[in-house]
């Protein structure tokens, strides 16, 4: 009789280890929160590597871009299993120019400043016209940067709407698991949208590389 506790608590864990293992399951389905942040990262690796190595640019507009895009790659690299390994891979500093430090007694001095932070709004206003021409030139550091927040949005967005209408078909609803019209009720999505599971967990990232992707295209309009 004296085992009776440990060996209760044992099948305690068990089924609590197959709620997370269903959990994160329902969270890989395809247009589920985990599955989408698994599609944006790739978007954004894919985005960044395949417009090659921009043309070193010391201007203030540049530095600008490359700070955008150095804050969505943090933003996506939080929500990986290993964001060092996944942040080290993207070689962010061999394919933009970035100020390690900016000196802050020159920055208070200097008129544009602005133009070296993320999130002030006169980087474009106030940057000199031959900076935001090369800085926006089809291999420029703005133009690298708004194409890979363009894809970490489009792929956030098309995920959004490929679920929608999936949902909105009952005879896809019925035949594939993971869809938040099969069983309702179930344990699997209830443990994923509780307040620490899996899918309230990516859902959080989803929405911090979202509005990280969307500050890059509002600064470059």
């Not at 996506?76 to 100020?99: R, V």
């Not at 894809?151 to 594939?176: G, H, M, Y």
């Not at 699997?188 to 309230?200: I, K, Q, S, V």
């Amino acid at each position: 009789m004296k085992f009776s506790t440990p060996v209760a608590l044992l099948a305690v864990a068990a089924v609590d280890a197959a709620v997370v293992q269903e959990d994160k399951r329902w969270c890989n389905t395809e247009g589920q929160a985990c599955n989408t942040v698994a599609r944006a990262a790739e978007a954004f690796t894919n985005a960044i590597k395949a417009s090659g190595v921009v043309a070193r640019d010391d201007s203030a507009a540049a530095q600008v871009a490359a700070r955008q895009v150095d804050q969505l790659a943090l933003a996506i690299s939080a929500s990986q299993a290993d964001p060092i390994t996944f942040y080290t891979a993207l070689g962010l500093g061999d394919q933009f120019t970035l100020e390690e430090k900016p000196h802050a007694e020159k920055r208070e001095a200097a008129p544009q400043w602005c133009l070296r932070f993320v999130g002030q709004s006169c980087w474009k206003r106030n940057a000199a016209p031959e900076d935001v021409k090369r800085c926006t030139a089809e291999d420029g550091a703005c133009t690298k940067a708004k194409r890979a927040a363009e894809a970490v949005i489009n792929t956030i967005e098309a995920s959004a709407d490929n679920l929608a209408k999936r949902e909105a078909a009952p005879q896809w609803c019925l035949r594939f698991v993971g869809q938040s019209c099969w069983k309702r009720n179930a344990a699997p999505e209830a443990a994923c949208n509780a307040p620490d599971g899996a899918c309230t967990k990516a859902t959080r990232d989803i929405h911090a590389m979202y509005n990280a992707a969307r500050h890059i295209i509002d600064a470059s309009a």
